[in-house]
């Protein structure tokens, strides 16, 4: 199955109309087949980190 490729105007178009809902985005997947994922969460809720994001937050904290 080819990928689709999705453009920034519909991901903007996907957090705009979560937005609208009264909800607070805090992550967008894409998936290969082209489908817009947008995580909700309460306001001011970081995003959570990635397994990658974590490591290079404490290897950043170690090296300084």
Do not use: H
């Amino acid at each position: 199955m080819p990928r689709k490729l999705v453009t920034q105007a519909q991901i903007a178009r996907a957090v705009k109309a979560v937005k609208a809902a009264g909800m607070t985005p805090t992550q967008v997947q894409v998936a290969p087949d082209g489908t817009v994922t947008v995580a909700t969460g309460p306001a001011g809720a970081p995003a959570p980190l990635s397994p990658l994001d974590a490591w290079l937050t404490q290897d950043a904290a170690r090296q300084s």
